[in-house]
């Protein structure tokens, strides 16, 4: 909505898109709680969806949130921008973006495949860091572009000559930015806060052996990246 505002356009106009992006996050965490993926209990201080109503409703819940997110944009605009706009959310969202993150997270954890594997060790310095960016790029910031460029679509998507490059190239620069940014504080959530106050379970990244910011890098240069 704060997109759609910066390029023009009344705040509201994104709120189909708003909806629909908040439909497939909570769509993906339902699926991430799963015992398959990161076996949680809690999410939002309450129990997960298949600790409540068992793992096949939490698998179809999720099915049904993602698919619904389509309806809502497609009803939601006037053809051209319910197009673009389908599009953008399904690249978030898909193998290219949000899932194909989630895949390299589970590889790097070890758990890609029918037997399980040792994890892919990362490189030291850098690499590692570059590697884990790569991940969160697409686990994380993937969603956060697709939601901004959402917002200048809303604003922009029926302009004969659509929307502005340079404001949908304006959106990418901060989503990665921003991403990059939330991803590390939630790393540092994990290690530093209280399951009281983020609503979740913590302490678990170390545990399970997932690549983090604080686990490569310590929790003082973490937070420097945060920062710049």
Known sequence: MLACEAA??????????????????TYSLIHDDLPAMDDDDLR???????????????????????TAAFEVIGTGYAPRTAAVSCVELARGAGAVGMVGGQVLDLEAEGRVGAEPIPPVSPPEGEGGVGRLEDIHARKTGALFRSSLRLGVYAAQGERPQGADPKALQAAD????????????????????????KTGKRVGKDAARGKLTYPGLLGVEESRRRAAD
């Open 8 to 25: 023009g356009g009344a705040p509201d106009l994104a709120l189909p898109a708003a909806c629909a992006v908040e439909m497939v996050h």
């Open 44 to 66: 939002r201080g309450l129990p997960t969806c298949h600790k409540k109503f068992g793992e096949a409703l939490a698998i179809l819940a999720g099915d049904a949130l993602l």
């Open 173 to 196: 620069e901060y989503a990665a930015a921003f991403g990059l940014a939330f991803q590390v504080t939630d790393d540092l959530l994990d290690v530093e806060s209280t399951a009281d």
